[in-house]
């Protein structure tokens, strides 16, 4: 229960001596250590919604994490394709587009005579993608940049500590990961025709342009101008 002053501390002798006051508030701190130090403590990774005797919300972490949010911007990823090979086509669209300038692309050309379908038909490739963790800030323009779905930072994980700044640099080895993608509108896949497959954005938002209303220009009307030949000197009458 919580406690209860007198109307006027002054005149009352035992708050005046500060020792039972004092003994109280020991109590209290004494009570709460021991239910939390032998009470039955709620692992939910919810905070809120723990219940039990045991009233320590600290997350005991690395054995207790935190669930996630959906979409949550972890660490970044290359997406492979299915035979392995990153998605990346070099265009250098996600380091132009990077505020931190964390981005660092090397390309490089398939060779044509290479039998592979996917190397038939894009013209680069990268031979070094590498990132610096310690400069992404974490906005995920990258991941929309990127025409080809080959980034993203769907990871759910946030990134590990290190003892070095080199080990916060991921080049493609530490990159490519993950479950492989597939797109129907992929240049390398066979399709029966050459007309445009159906696919769904994957975005939730509208993309930019779509749905828009053309709005026309207000007209401006010139003033009318009126030239008098009567007199001796032209003269010159503007009429709004």
């Given at each position: 229960m919580s406690?209860?002053?007198?109307?006027?501390?002054?005149?009352?002798?035992r708050?005046?001596?500060?020792i039972?006051?004092?003994?109280?508030?020991?109590?209290?701190?004494?009570?709460h250590?021991?239910?939390?130090?032998?009470?039955?403590?709620d692992?939910?990774a919810?905070?809120?919604?723990r219940?039990?005797?045991?009233?320590?919300?600290?997350?005991?972490?690395p054995?207790?994490?935190?669930?996630?949010?959906?979409?949550?911007?972890?660490?970044?990823?290359l997406?492979?394709?299915e035979?392995?090979?990153p998605?990346?086509?070099?265009?250098?669209?996600?380091?132009?587009?990077?505020?931190?300038?964390?981005?660092?692309?090397e390309?490089?050309?398939?060779?044509?005579?290479?039998?592979?379908?996917?190397s038939r038909?894009?013209?680069?490739?990268?031979?070094a993608?590498v990132?610096?963790?310690?400069?992404?800030?974490v906005?995920?323009?990258?991941?929309?940049?990127?025409?080809?779905?080959?980034?993203?930072?769907?990871?759910?994980?946030?990134t590990?500590?290190?003892?070095?700044?080199?080990?916060?640099?991921?080049?493609?080895?530490?990159?490519?990961?993950?479950?492989?993608?597939?797109?129907?509108?992929?240049?390398?896949?066979?399709?029966?025709?050459?007309?445009?497959?159906e696919?769904?954005h994957l975005?939730?938002?509208?993309?930019?342009g779509?749905?828009l209303?053309?709005?026309?220009?207000?007209?401006h009307?010139?003033?009318?101008?009126?030239?008098?030949?009567?007199?001796?000197?032209?003269?010159?009458k503007?009429i709004?």
């Amino acid at each position: 229960m919580s406690y209860q002053a007198s109307q006027n501390p002054r005149e009352d002798v035992r708050e005046r001596l500060y020792i039972p006051e004092l003994l109280k508030g020991l109590a209290i701190t004494t009570r709460h250590f021991l239910r939390n130090l032998f009470g039955t403590r709620d692992t939910n990774a919810s905070v809120v919604d723990r219940k039990g005797a045991n009233l320590v919300t600290t997350i005991q972490y690395p054995e207790e994490k935190v669930q996630y949010p959906e979409g949550y911007r972890g660490l970044h990823r290359l997406v492979p394709r299915e035979d392995g090979k990153p998605r990346c086509v070099a265009c250098y669209m996600c380091a132009t587009i990077c505020p931190a300038q964390c981005i660092y692309i090397e390309a490089g050309e398939y060779d044509p005579a290479d039998g592979a379908s996917e190397s038939r038909v894009i013209e680069k490739y990268p031979t070094a993608f590498v990132i610096d963790e310690l400069r992404c800030i974490v906005c995920g323009l990258c991941v929309d940049a990127c025409p080809k779905d080959a980034i993203r930072m769907d990871t759910y994980a946030h990134t590990p500590s290190e003892y070095t700044r080199e080990g916060f640099v991921y080049d493609i080895p530490k990159l490519l990961k993950g479950p492989a993608v597939s797109h129907k509108s992929d240049p390398w896949n066979k399709r029966p025709g050459s007309d445009e497959p159906e696919r769904q954005h994957l975005e939730p938002h509208v993309r930019v342009g779509e749905g828009l209303v053309q709005l026309k220009a207000p007209e401006h009307h010139s003033p009318k101008i009126i030239v008098s030949t009567d007199q001796p000197v032209p003269v010159v009458k503007f009429i709004k």
